[in-house]
């Protein structure tokens, strides 16, 4: 993404949804709806939201974007059409989409290269800070919540909206397209606005996009306020409490999977108690713990997650700990050591690594992206995020 601009003519309908270049310098800020094409809510929402700051004659600094994601999939209320969007961002599969002749790409992966360019013009042609927010819904219901990738200047922007953030799914999805942005260091979010037909789902995007505006400093507090006299105010939290995603059920596409109805996101689920059917059999909770994006719809891979709350101790040792860079000490255990000079990731002995609590890598901000037969492969966000683009603004 960085700065390659393929020279290609795919034509796809309407991709933006609306463009602003405010009068004075600024942040730019990016925004996704309908990556998946039977979310439609991200999109209204924006529309509303670029309605409403014409209408009110908003004057803006910096730049604005609203996109839509899969074009083709949304029209056709589909999920996807042949694979998901939101799981090809992994960068072998960019650079063999880079190579292939367009007329070779299958149709989702046409979408993701109009995107890509889109994104690599924007990064050439607009001015930093960079902040990028994907709008989505889930098939259950659902309260709004945040997911980021685990690094500190995520944490910090996430935890201005006052709704449960959610760490490490990218530890269980890989080739999410904020996890291929956020590994280049930028800012971004992905907002789960609430079941997918709800009404109330989208008028949560708009309350979303209305406070990343005045968070990313695009409008002033003045300008909120003309919003705030409409607003529906999504059903906060009083602190920012954060969850840890621990265990994914997967389920592959021939598999015969049904959620027992009723689960609602982040409910409490016992020890014993009946969750799904698979291939004919019970799903059967282990122990105590929450639930998390229960599966309600035919297409998607991932029957359902548990999470739990990460004390607020946790989160600040692992403030400091990545504060001082104390992550390094990590190599000085046996069976750990840097897979490259350049200390971006690190290689764990899976025989030792058993030995090892996998909360401490994650304290220190390494996730798992990758599993050989003798090996983990861990990242650590800290080191690729961009903290010098985001310390003049008034959030960091
Ligand atoms: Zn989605």
């Not at 999109?43 to 910096?62: D, P, R, Y």
């Not at 910090?156 to 449960?164: G, M």
């Not at 890989?174 to 109330?200: C, K, M, P």
């Not at 959620?259 to 059967?284: C, R, W």
Request: proline share 3%; net charge positive.
């Amino acid at each position: 993404m960085e700065a390659i601009v393929r020279n290609e003519k795919i034509k796809l309908p309407d991709r933006i949804i609306g463009h602003i270049k405010g009068i004075n310098p600024g942040a730019t800020v990016v925004f996704f709806g309908g990556i998946h094409g039977n979310e439609p809510a991200g999109i209204k929402a924006l529309e509303q939201v670029f309605a409403q700051l014409k209408s009110w004659n908003i004057k803006m600094n910096g730049t604005l974007y609203g996109f839509r994601g899969n074009v083709k999939a949304l029209e056709l209320e589909k999920r996807f059409l042949e694979s998901d969007l939101n799981r090809i961002w992994q960068r072998h599969h960019i650079t063999s989409i880079l190579r292939r002749d367009k007329e070779f790409l299958r149709p989702d992966e046409q979408e993701l290269l109009h995107i890509y360019n889109s994104l690599s013009k924007i990064l050439l042609a607009e001015q930093p800070p960079y902040y990028f927010l994907d709008l989505h819904t889930t098939s259950s219901h659902s309260k709004p919540f945040i997911t980021i990738s685990d690094a500190m200047i995520n944490r910090k922007f996430a935890t201005l909206f006052n709704v449960p953030i959610v760490l490490g799914l990218e530890e269980y999805l890989q080739g999410t397209l904020l996890n291929y942005i956020n590994e280049r260091g930028y800012v971004s979010l992905g907002f789960e606005a609430g079941q997918h037909q709800d009404e109330s789902a989208v008028q949560n995007c708009v309350e979303f996009i209305w406070k990343t505006l005045l968070h990313t400093e695009l409008i002033s507090r003045k300008d909120f306020e003309i919003f705030q006299n409409f607003k529906h105010n999504f059903n906060e939290c009083s602190k920012p409490c954060f969850y840890e995603v621990t265990q994914r059920f997967k389920i592959e596409d021939h598999d015969n999977f049904s959620m027992k109805k009723g689960f609602l996101n982040f409910s409490k689920i016992q020890k014993g108690e009946h969750l799904a059917s698979y291939n004919q059999t019970d799903v059967i909770s282990k122990k105590r713990s929450i639930l998390f994006m229960p599966l309600y719809q035919k297409q998607g891979n991932d029957g359902f997650f548990i999470i739990r709350r990460i004390p607020m101790l946790a989160l600040k040792i692992s403030a400091f700990l990545r504060q001082f860079k104390l992550y390094q000490l990590l190599i000085l255990f046996p069976g750990i050591s840097w897979t490259n000079k350049e200390k971006e990731t690190l290689m764990v002995n899976k025989k030792i690594a058993r030995f090892y609590i996998k909360s401490i890598f994650h304290l220190m901000g390494y996730r798992k992206y990758f599993m050989s037969n003798t090996y983990f492969f861990m990242s650590n966000r800290e080191k690729r995020a961009k903290n010098h683009l985001y310390k003049k603004c008034k959030w960091y």
